[in-house]
């Protein structure tokens, strides 16, 4: 199962959540043939360079969504669900990570986040 959110997620979301709400960074290193690599690091809990990554566990996540319901169901997809002025806010996934995510955006995009 998805834990964190990905490189690509994980920049966007830099664009809408406060910084100090990550909990986990990639960190951007170059190999000894000069390819580049953004590796997940657990064990840090700011970033160590200028071109790392912050990256958000479910956890952290969770923790920024507010009165999330987060939902699996027999199909295995993953719904998440909001409730916002006696209406649902809701979307479906194939992980929790990706649902949170996706809920992330859909708040943001109606100024509710």
Known sequence: MKSYTDLEQSKKLAEILPLESADMFYVHT?????????????????????DDVCA???????SVLPDVSLN???????????????KMIYVDK???????YE???????QELL
């Open 56 to 62: 958000w566990s479910l956890a952290a996540l969770l």
């Open 103 to 109: 809920m992330i955006l859909k708040l943001h995009e």
């Open 94 to 100: 194939d992980n929790p990570v990706d649902a949170c």
């Open 30 to 50: 170059t190999d000894l043939e000069g390819d580049e690599h953004y590796d997940i690091d657990f064990r840090i809990n700011q970033p160590l360079f200028e």
């Open 72 to 86: 699996t169901f027999k199909d295995g997809k993953w719904n998440a669900m909001v409730q916002h002025d006696g």
